[in-house]
């Protein structure tokens, strides 16, 4: 059984003999404290590691459901409004829809987004546009670009492929909302599958 500090300062045969106590009771006494924050630390990555993944899981689904309703509907939207590229969906579609998911998100819990206005780096006249929020990347239009081999739908922190990309940021709440954008979103609105999203509440509050 290990004496107590004290035990030990009264037993001390010398000043060396204390001050050796005293230096030795500090040690453990912050090796303690160092094993308490660390093990604190660990413990609220861990909660931070489980609130991304529900994010991110929560983001992914309604990015899905947007892509697929988007792809769904597009060929009447070009027909009805005359305002989107004439290429069929996604190839030149990513400013509009981006816009659209970002404020749809926003809708379902998930603001805070950033458009990401970007070009490539060895032709500037070769452009895209995603959304970002604190290092997640949520791209629905990637597999325009057919070398990229980009999915359809991303939701990512890897940015192995947009971070080659010259990229400026802007918050999504000051980009204006054009005419193209309005009727995506309008359409996705109307549309059964996201009216069933909404109406159902698990979809969109988290434990």
Not at 16 to 28: F, N, T
Not at 72 to 79: G, M, Q, R, T
Not at 109 to 121: D, I, K
């Amino acid at each position: 059984m290990s004496k107590s500090l004290d035990e030990q300062l009264l037993g001390a045969e010398s000043q060396a003999a204390a001050s050796e106590a005293v230096r030795c009771a500090v040690e453990r006494a912050t090796a303690n404290e160092c094993r308490r924050r660390a093990e604190t630390v660990q413990a609220n990555l861990a909660q931070d590691g489980r609130h991304a993944d529900a994010v991110s899981a929560n983001v992914l689904k309604i990015a899905s459901l947007v892509r697929r309703i988007v792809e769904d509907v597009s060929p009447e939207l070009v027909k009805g409004f005359g305002i989107f590229p004439t290429s069929a969906f996604p190839r030149g579609w990513c400013q509009d829809t981006s816009r659209a998911l970002g404020h749809l998100l926003s809708s379902r819990g998930e603001p805070g987004f950033e458009l990401v206005f970007a070009a490539h780096p060895d032709d500037d006249r070769n452009t895209h546009v995603w959304l970002h929020r604190d290092g997640l990347i949520v791209d629905i239009t990637a597999d325009q670009f057919k070398n990229s081999g980009c999915p359809s739908v991303m939701v990512t922190t890897d940015d192995a492929w947009h971070g080659r990309w010259v990229q400026k940021k802007q918050p999504l709440d000051e980009v204006l909302a054009g005419h193209a954008d309005c009727a995506i979103y309008s359409a996705v609105c109307d549309h059964p599958d996201w009216q069933e999203l909404v109406s159902n509440i698990k979809y969109y509050l988290k434990g």
